[in-house]
C-alpha cells in the first residue's frame, strides 16, 4: 500500500499532477494557491519538466492551449479573480476541443475582495466559464486525499472528451493538511492522435483552430460537442451520500461546506433527528439523478454554501415537489456544524 504523507491541500493537487504525467505548469501567483506554484517551481526543473510564471492569468491559460495543442498533459491553477481573467483562454480551449486542467482555490469576492475561502465562484465555473455554447467539467473534492486522486480523474476525462476540466475547492481545503497516498510512479499519458506535434512526413496536417466563418459549420461543430457533453452527464455525474437512505430533512453541500454539514447531521441524529446529506462530487455535470433518489422520501431541504446561494437554484430545478431551503455564510465567513444544526432544528420545529 503506498505511503501515506502529511501535505497541504495546494501541494498535494502539485504532486498529484506530477504523478498524473503532467510536467508542463503554467500559472501567476495569487492567494490562496500560491503553493501550487511554489510546489511546481521546485519540482519541475529535476523532472525536466517546465514550469513558467507567466506575466499575467491571461497569458497563462494562453500557455496551455498552446501545450494541449502539441499533445502535452498541461496544468494552471489560480483564485477566482485570476479565474476571470482565464475564462476567455477556456472559451478559446473548448471552441478548439483542447483538453486541460485548471484548478480554482477560491476566495471570497466580488473583486478583489477577500484572501478569505469561498464557494461564489459556483456560477463561473458551472454556468460561464467562458463565452459561447460550452461546458467544461467541474469536480468538487472534500479532502486532500480526494482532491489528488480527482486530479488523475480529471486529466484522464478531459483528454477523453477533449474538455477542460476545472477542479474548483477553496482556500480550507486548499491550506488544510491531512494525510494523503500517491501512486509510486509518473504515469506516461497515451498519445493524441489529433495534436499538432510534427508529421514527421507520416500523415496529414493537423490543424487546432476555434474560428469558423461558417455559421452551418460552426453550428455543427458545436451540435457535436454537446453529443459529448451529454456523453459525459449520463456516464461521469457523480454524489456522495451520508445518511441519506431515511433521511427527512435532505442537506446538500459541496466541499468543505460538505464537512461541516457532516458534523451537522451527525449531531442531528443524536438528537433523533433524521438528517442525512447529499454531497455533488461533479458540479458539471450535476448530479441530478442522484439527488432526485436521495431527495425521493425526504419532507424539505437544505442547501449550505459558502455564498449567498448558487448551487441551490440547481437543487431547485431538481426538486420541485419540495421545499428547498438555504443556509450560506460569505465574504469568507465559514459556516459552523453548531450553525447547520440550528437551521436543521428549525426545519423540523425546534430541538428534540
Known amino acids: 500500500m503506498p505511503e501515506r504523507v502529511l501535505m497541504k491541500g495546494n501541494e498535494a493537487l502539485a504532486e498529484a499532477a506530477i504523478r498524473a504525467g503532467c510536467l508542463h505548469f503554467f500559472g ?22 517546465v514550469y513558467l510564471q507567466a506575466e499575467s492569468e491571461v497569458a497563462a491559460i494562453n500557455m496551455i492551449y498552446g501545450a494541449s495543442a502539441a499533445g502535452i498533459r498541461a496544468l494552471t491553477s489560480s483564485s477566482s479573480p485570476g479565474i476571470s481573467l482565464k475564462t476567455e483562454g477556456i472559451s478559446y480551449m473548448c471552441g478548439a476541443d483542447l483538453p486541460g486542467l ?55 476525462l478531459s483528454d477523453e472528451y477533449r474538455v477542460p476540466a476545472m477542479i474548483l475547492i477553496d482556500g480550507i481545503l486548499g491550506q488544510m493538511m491531512e494525510p494523503v497516498a500517491f501512486p509510486d510512479h509518473i504515469a506516461a499519458p497515451a498519445a493524441k492522435p489529433w495534436a499538432t506535434c510534427g508529421t514527421k512526413g507520416k500523415r496529414g496536417r493537423n490543424v487546432i483552430n476555434s474560428l469558423y466563418l461558417v455559421a452551418n459549420e460552426l453550428e455543427e461543430k458545436v451540435r457535436e460537442r454537446f453529443e459529448r457533453y451529454a456523453e459525459i452527464e449520463a456516464k461521469h455525474s457523480e454524489a456522495e451520500e451520508y445518511f441519506a437512505e431515511d433521511a427527512d430533512i435532505l442537506l ?55 455564498s449567498m446561494g448558487q448551487m441551490v437554484e440547481d437543487v431547485r430545478l431538481v426538486v420541485k415537489d419540495k421545499p428547498v431551503e ?22 423540523c420545529g425546534g430541538a428534540k
Request: glycine letters at 10%.
Open 102 to 156: 485548471i484548478l480554482n482555490i477560491q476566495r471570497g469576492g466580488p473583486g478583489l475582495g477577500t484572501i478569505q475561502p469561498s464557494q461564489a465562484d459556483y456560477f463561473q465555473s458551472t454556468k460561464a466559464p467562458g463565452h459561447g455554447d460550452l461546458h467544461i467539467m467541474v469536480f468538487a473534492p472534500s479532502t486532500v486525499q480526494e482532491m489528488a486522486d480527482t486530479v488523475f480523474k480529471a486529466f484522464d
Open 326 to 347: 438555504f443556509f450560506g455564510r460569505t465574504g469568507g465567513v465559514i459556516p459552523s456544524p453548531a450553525e447547520v444544526l440550528e437551521q436543521i432544528e428549525k426545519l
Open 252 to 306: 446538500v453541500a459541496y466541499g468543505a461546506s460538505s464537512r461541516v454539514v457532516k458534523n451537522a447531521v451527525s449531531a442531528a441524529r443524536k438528537q433523533g433527528i433524521k438528517a442525512g446529506m447529499l454531497r455533488p462530487v461533479t458540479l458539471w455535470p450535476f448530479p441530478k439523478q442522484q439527488l432526485m433518489a436521495a431527495a425521493k422520501n425526504a419532507k424539505s431541504l437544505l442547501v449550505v454554501e459558502m
Open 28 to 49: 501567476y501567483p495569487i492567494t490562496p494557491q500560491n503553493e501550487v506554484n511554489a510546489y511546481m517551481s521546485k519540482r519541475m526543473p529535476k523532472l525536466g519538466g
